[in-house]
């Protein structure tokens, strides 16, 4: 049974693999790395499973905590990049009032004629 499910993780990986290559747009990239990462926390899980070595549950819970982190990051990336292309401009202030152009917050007294 641990064969067959084996088996099945790993034509995932391989479908997954297949839309990280070919896209066609950053968002199928990041789900097919998201969807890599968890094929492989479920192969190490299986396996642990399988041999009763609980010895790389840990590094489940690490590759996880990555994958979550890394797949909120892309998306505000995706986020950002989707609102620079709909508006055409690259200003921070535009998307964020109240900041300067380099990303940091104004400060009272701080003048824009640097």
């Known amino acids: 049974m641990t064969s067959v499910i084996l088996c099945v993780l790993a034509l995932a990986a391989i479908c997954f693999m297949v839309r990280l290559v070919?896209?066609?747009?950053?968002?199928?990239?990041?789900?097919?790395?998201?969807?890599?990462?968890?094929t492989g926390v479920s192969t190490i899980a299986v396996r642990?499973?399988?041999?009763g070595d609980g010895a790389f549950l840990p590094v489940l819970v690490v590759l996880t905590l990555v994958g979550f982190v890394s797949t909120?990051?892309?998306?505000?990336?995706?986020?950002w990049r989707s609102i620079e292309l709909r508006d055409g401009s690259s200003e921070v202030e535009d998307h964020?009032?109240?900041?300067?152009?380099?990303?940091?917050?104004?400060?009272?007294?701080?003048?824009?004629?640097?």
């Not at 642990?48 to 041999?51: G, S």
């Not at 109240?98 to 824009?112: I, K, L, Q, W």
């Open 96 to 114: 964020y009032p109240g900041r300067d152009g380099d990303g940091a917050p104004n400060v009272e007294g701080d003048s824009d004629d640097r």
């Open 22 to 38: 070919l896209g066609p747009t950053l968002p199928d990239r990041v789900i097919a790395m998201d969807g890599l990462i968890v």
């Open 72 to 79: 909120a990051a892309s998306a505000r990336f995706v986020e």
């Open 48 to 51: 642990a499973m399988q041999t």
